[in-house]
């Protein structure tokens, strides 16, 4: 949020440093650097292909980077057991590029199937129809409960994928380019609903997207990635008035 944070000594909930990967003699990242601040919103830019999935993936354990640190919550993962990374995992929601929900379940199932998977960690006592419910109702979906995603719009679709990764409460959420392929009216909507769960669970969040609107609204800080690396940081407001020629692409309409 960006009233209330403490900007004299923020707390880092996810770094990258120098991270480098490539694919034979494609070098996607290059030294690739980032912070995400406790309560921020940083959103990253990059032309298609440019390493965006790519870094993500590398982020969530999904991918294995070549070389170059990534910490979460202060903690190197390379260097975490295996039970200490899922248990960590538990704390990062994850939206994916679309909604990949289970297209053979109930909306209500596609919610159990976290819990069930991080029972054991979490919400041990909690009521799971409570916690379903508490999670639609938080993305304005609760009457579509026992429908199934065929009978969903896309909009509705990537809602359920939300309230699916907002039922672990996770303290970080990455979302993969969250409005794609959406309505600018129903990308509008989901980008509402972002910002209404980041100030009710004070969530640090990091925000992939090509849409420039969306990143205007919900910025804190922008990072654009550019030639494999960070190549500039900053306010939209900096960075949308700068000179450079590789920024200035990105905010032409
Ligand atoms: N599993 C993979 N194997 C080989 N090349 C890949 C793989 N995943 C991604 N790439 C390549 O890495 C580059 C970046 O991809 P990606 O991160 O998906 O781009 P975007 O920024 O659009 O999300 C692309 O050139 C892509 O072809
Ligand atoms: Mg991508």
Redesign the pocket.
Known sequence: MKDNKNISNPEIVLQIMDLHKS?GD?H?LNGFNMKLYKGENLVIM??????????I?CLVGL?QADSGLISVMGKDITTLTQEALDILRADIGFLF?GSALYDSMTVRENLEFPLRRHSKKKHKDSNTEALVLEALTNVGLAHAIDLMPSELSGGMKRRVALARTLILQPKIILY??PTSGLDPITAKEIIILMQDVQKKYNTSSLI?THDVDCARVISDRMLL?IDGIDYAVGTYTALSTSEDPKIKAFFKH
């Open positions: 694919f494609n996607v990059g032309k298609s292909g440019s390493g965006k999935s790519v870094m993936k991918m590029q993969d380019e992939i990635l």
